[in-house]
């Protein structure tokens, strides 16, 4: 289950996509993520899914991989949908029992539907093409002007990179005291609710100790490697903008222009 | 004055209740007198809860001692001002080799000592070639260090120290989680640094096998030194070591043993090239 999880996973490829500036990738996204709500009119739709599948087809990563990714959000999606559809007012199309499916509702979903999909795929297409440390690298630099109101953003953003370091290997933690528990007996499948949480302790309790040891152990690792907080730092991989970089900015605004115009005329 | 030295070191481990009143005091360096040379091979054994791990992390300044002194390269590391000289001079490499790698890439992860002590980044680049290619892990630069082996993980370790450019480097247990062949890996690499770059290396660890290179042997048990020489003359006192719960290397406990009845050989052999060149001498 934790597997099928593609959003936050990185794809390697050597493509103009994944070659871009983190910065570049985290504000284009953010506008993304903006112009999907920005527009309601059907030739807003066909412009923002050739502008994604331009993206999806430059990344070079499958499909078939990022279609994976939704299936994380199917029940959100159905939700979402189902709620839309049944209870939004207007008039009605289909009427069965204490259900009324209108048209107004119909076309609803369907785009709040549409809209969902595309900014889970526009967001994993970030995450796709660019690693976990370039991520963090760009929020910190992103956010670095924060820094003046005292945000302790160098920090926050070790903070995101140690947390990616270690999912995998807590994940397999996890599953190592999880076969060791069932060997001794433990039941983790049955039972209701509470009787579930509750066998849950005896997975908890090793996991967090353990994790607070490795705490404990990097972080003397960290220090006695220098780590003494961002001042001072110098950077193996500090980030400069290339030329696609500037050429991605200007795809973007003309991509965000061209949204805002469609809605202003028509 | 060697790199390392220290004068009647001691460390207590004072656990307080909530009031903050002292419960128990563990003592666990006590008054331990050690001194090493510049770009010797220095090792220290002794039983689990020894004190080897407290002493090492008192050489980075990691831990300031309770009484006592210990100068890294001529610092005192009370010295607040001189800390992170002391751990750019002193690099440590720990047990877990999980625990120790910061970056998610293995290069990145070299560079993170550079980094934090401000090297300009074309340097830290060259310091990242320079120490993977020492520890023979240049080909797995890009690589994740979570799909690396232990020995793999634990090179990648010392790469990051390397590229520190510290004038010794102290190990604690770098091996004791590994199989025999990581341990060999880690073994190796070390004995290289030392012999070709002239890294002064303080190996702390519980097998035997691995001091037979050393220049010098500590023995340490509860907190203080109790042995001190070559390897051959510690192994040479083969009683003690058991008294002191440490496992003698096969060959030397079997030297000992033919010793006892009747073959002579002489004190201390380590290898099995020794014994097999002595006991051909003797027909
Ligand atoms: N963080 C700590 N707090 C309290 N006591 C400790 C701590 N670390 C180690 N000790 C105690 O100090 C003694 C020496 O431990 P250590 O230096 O880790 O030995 P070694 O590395 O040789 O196994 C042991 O008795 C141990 O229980
Ligand atoms: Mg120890």
Redesign the interface.
Known sequence: MIRDITIGQYYPKDSVIHKLDPRTKLVGTLAYIISLFLFNNFLGYIVVTLFLVGVIKASQVPFRFIIKGLKAIIMLLMITVLFNLFLTKGTPLVEFWIFTITKEGLRISLFMAIRLIYLIIGSSMMTLTT???QLTDGLESLLGPLKKIKVPVHEIAMMM??A??FI??LLEETDKIMKAQIARGADFESGNLVKKAKSLVPLLVPLFISAF??AN??A?????????GGE???????LLYQVNDYRAYAIFVLYFAAIIAMEIVL | MGIIKSKNLVFEYIRRDEEGNVEAINRAVNEVNIEIKQGDFVAILGHNGSGKSTLAKHMNAILQPTEGDIWIDGKDTKDIDQLWEIRKTAGMVFQNPDNQIIGTVVEEDVGFGPENIGIPTPQIWERVEKGLKAVNMLSFRKHSPNKLSGGQKQRVAIAGIVAMQPKCIVLDEPTAMLDPNGRKEVIDTITRLNKEEGVTVILITHYMEEVIGADKVYVMDQGSVVMEGTPKEIFSRVDELKQYRLDVPQVTLLAEELKESGVSLSDGILTIDELVNEICQLY
């Open positions: 690693t976990p440390n990179s140690i990616l370091r995998p290997i040891r490795r152990d990097l003397m690792a960290m220090e006695a490697r220098c780590y003494s001072g730092r110098t950077k193996m991989k500090p």
